[in-house]
């Protein structure tokens, strides 16, 4: 295998908190082992477009405290297609790079994984999302502070509600995964959570209305995430304005101020740990792994697990809120 000179460096899909922090880490520790580094801009997209900058270590000066990421990102489009990604490869090669370093979720490692496997490129994931669904990793970069984002905003929540002995359907992002839905039920004491991955014998709904609210509590707060399936918070309070016209429903969509924001010192720590890594990886040879972290340990994980989705979602957490909840 030839060996690697330079290092590109890409953010893609969704922006997360902590992308700056790893792209900090990748690019100090590439100059610390003397690669060069270049900044691909809007992912992929900049790839395809020859967008590319050269990255110092001044470059990533005052952005580990930073949400979103200096190098912008996109879901390219150009990409997706063999002609985009011929180009891209003839961009590479042309501004010298020679492995990339991918940060982002699953559709990006989807990406990095086709690219790899066409032109034989070294790449090495980061697991950059909010949503925590990557396959192989406990957690994924952002993904703690868009959790600590929705209790803060959940608790403030909570302040409206109980004065107005209210019912607030609160609905969080996730794609297709309920962990953020999920996780911070359990830490905002909500009622209920209401995630794709599990479905309750009992109606959730039903059940906290009939059992819990109003009998014990003068308001409650379901978490529920994203599903264009079942059309999310917005479809549950239809239900509750037919079904239980008694109660004050009301309904907040948390949106993308879940993605924004100063990452946590654990997202932090994170993101520096692995971009470090991603470097030791690419000069160890490894190829086409995200690195994942298991216990504390960082991991490397083949991009086809990865790309596979957490699994590790558990009825045990979702029994949790409920037993909390009583
Ligand atoms: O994957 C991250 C994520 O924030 C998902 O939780 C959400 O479904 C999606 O991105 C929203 O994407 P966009 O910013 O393109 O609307």
Redesign the pocket.
């Known amino acids: 295998m030839a060996t690697i000179k330079c290092i590109g460096v890409l953010t893609s899909?969704?922006d997360?908190p902590g992308m700056n922090a790893a792209i900090r880490a990748v690019t100090r520790t590439a100059i610390s082992v003397g690669l060069k580094v270049k900044g691909i801009m809007r992912g992929y997209h900049g790839l395809s477009h020859n967008d590319i900058i050269d990255l110092e270590s001044k470059s990533v000066s005052n952005i580990i405290q930073q949400g979103g990421t200096i190098l912008k990102t996109a879901?390219s489009h150009s990409f997706r297609s063999p002609e985009g990604r011929q180009k891209a490869y003839e961009n590479m090669k042309a501004q010298g790079i020679d492995a990339l370093v991918v940060i982002g979720?699953d559709?990006s490692l989807s990406g990095a994984k086709i690219f790899a496997e066409e032109f034989d490129v070294p790449i090495v994931g980061l697991p950059g999302?909010?949503?925590n669904?990557l396959g192989g990793t406990d957690s994924t970069i952002g993904y703690d502070t868009a959790l600590n984002t929705i209790v803060e905003a959940v608790d403030k929540l909570r302040d409206t509600a109980s004065s107005h002995e209210r019912l607030f359907i609160v609905e969080v992002?996730?794609?297709t995964a309920g962990f953020?839905a999920l996780n911070s039920a359990i830490a905002s004491g909500a009622e209920a959570a209401i995630i794709p991955e599990i479905e309750t014998e009992a109606d959730q709904l039903a059940e906290l209305i009939n059992n819990g609210f109003r009998k014990s509590k003068n308001s409650a707060i379901v978490l529920v995430a994203?599903n264009p399936e079942t059309g999310g918070a917005l479809a549950l309070a239809e239900r509750i304005k037919t079904e239980y016209p008694q109660y004050d429903a009301r309904v907040t969509i948390l949106g993308?101020l879940?993605?924004g924001g100063s990452p946590t010192a654990f997202d932090r720590i994170l993101a520096s740990r692995m971009g470090a890594a991603a470097i030791e990886a690419l000069k160890e040879g490894q190829r086409n792994v995200m690195i994942g972290i298991k216990n504390g340990q960082l991991v490397y994980v083949p991009f086809s697990k990865a790309i596979s989705h957490n699994t590790s979602i558990s009825r045990e957490s979702l029994d949790l809120v409920k037993t909390l909840s009583i």
């Open positions: 899909g969704g997360a879901r979720g559709g999302t909010i949503d669904d992002m996730g794609h953020l994203e993308h879940q993605r």
